[in-house]
């Protein structure tokens, strides 16, 4: 295919209205749960919205929102070459048949199988990484053909978007953006500053550390764990909790047995899955996210927006959101025992300096991962890919 196969747009003053924005991802659950604001936005201005992925309990809430929803298959886990082309075309025919204005893909696989798939329809794309995973955490063989691959997809999108700086630097010294002058940087996808309104510290001798997100060993659960042994006989008034999805569709899961195993020794309290994170972090006294590698983690982002201290690691994406005694404490990645030190330093901080941190957690979100912000990036790019405002 011709590496020049996706020239710069020329806006048409006739073009058909309503505008029509296709969002595809591996999962229907992230497009509701970190992108309501653009959704909102969208349907608010009379555009036809639909989302493409694998069906699952937000094809309901996305429906009432006003978005059409078709069902996606992605195998996730596998790297079977028939499944990913069984994708690749099921992503083309629903193009040729909606005939969207632009298409934004997510996550890895819609990203370089949809990228691929809207040059075939003839349809303008949008790739946003939403975080590098396995592909630059492991090295495995399966690593280096994602990383080809990337690198053939990623010449057809009108625009390669990332969400932190780390990212796009490891795509341009890994010479994998073919069209370079197309990468632009996101900073993250934004938080509702209104729906993740600052909420005081709880006032109470307990303390609630909770790690929030899909339960994944790459998310650092097995560290956090760890680290919780290590320091529940020391601080009993410490409680470790866990809140997300297990057995999820991913290489890195964590099974529910494991997980009940954790629970059985006292060392975890999981709290389930929940559409709404909210009351959790508003009872929790610290988020602890010790994540090997993210985009940047919509989870921190939410927590310091409504006043929680942090632990996370010193990890691309975490250190976007989180400065090192300013709003949270950084540990390294893949160490329990510096993880264990930074949780203990939450403990041992007094009230006022954990409020401090807190009020200027608030503050940096406010400043810097405001929502508006992001939709605003979203209209401007429509708006030069097809010449419509929303």
């Known amino acids: 295919m011709n590496s020049s196969a996706a020239p710069a747009a020329q806006p048409s003053p006739a073009r058909r209205l309503p505008l029509h924005v296709v969002l595809v991802c591996n ?12 959704l909102r936005a969208l349907n608010e201005a009379g555009a036809q919205v639909t989302v493409i992925a694998p069906r699952d309990r937000t094809f309901e809430p996305l429906e009432q929102m006003g978005c059409r929803c078709i069902d996606l298959h992605v195998a996730s886990k596998g790297t079977n070459p028939l499944d990913d082309l069984r994708t690749l075309l099921a992503l083309r025919r629903h193009y040729r048949a909606l005939k969207p204005d632009v298409v934004f893909h997510y996550t890895i696989k819609p990203n370089i199988y949809g990228s691929v798939a809207a040059w075939l329809a003839r349809v303008p794309s949008v790739a946003v990484t ?28 009108r625009e390669v978007w990332f969400l932190n700086r ?41 303390f609630s550390f909770v790690l929030i997100g899909r339960l994944l060993w790459d998310k650092g659960v097995g560290e956090y764990v760890e680290a919780a042994r290590s320091l529940r006989a020391r601080y009993p008034q410490a409680r470790f909790c866990l809140l997300g999805p297990v057995g999820v569709d991913n290489p890195s899961a964590i099974t529910r047995d494991e997980v009940a195993a954790w629970e059985r020794e006292g060392v975890i309290a999981y709290l389930g899955e929940t559409a709404d994170v909210r009351p959790y972090i508003a009872d929790a006294d610290c988020v602890v996210l010790p994540s090997y590698r993210e985009g940047v983690p919509r989870t921190l982002m939410e927590a310091s927006a409504m006043g929680r201290p942090i632990v996370a690691t010193d990890v691309p994406g975490c250190r976007e959101v989180v400065a090192d005694g300013e709003n949270g404490l950084l540990c390294a990645a893949r160490d329990a025992a510096s993880l264990a030190q930074a949780m203990a330093r939450m403990l041992d901080m007094s009230p006022s300096d954990r409020t401090k941190m807190a009020e200027r957690g608030r503050k940096k979100i406010a400043k810097e991962f405001d929502e508006r912000v992001v939709v605003q990036r979203y209209r401007e790019t429509i708006r030069e890919l097809t010449g419509s405002t929303f």
């Open 27 to 38: 999962t229907a659950w992230a497009i509701y749960t970190y992108r309501r604001g653009l």
């Open 130 to 157: 939403t975080g590098l995973g396995y592909v630059f955490i492991q090295k495995s063989r399966a690593a280096q053909v994602a990383k080809r691959l990337y690198r053939f997809a990623f010449r057809f999108p």
């Open 166 to 206: 780390d990212d796009e630097t490891a795509f341009r010294e890994q010479n994998l953006l073919v069209h370079p002058e197309r990468a632009r940087l996101l900073h993250g996808e934004g938080v509702d500053l209104d729906d993740f309104a600052f909420t005081p510290l709880p006032e109470r001798s307990e």
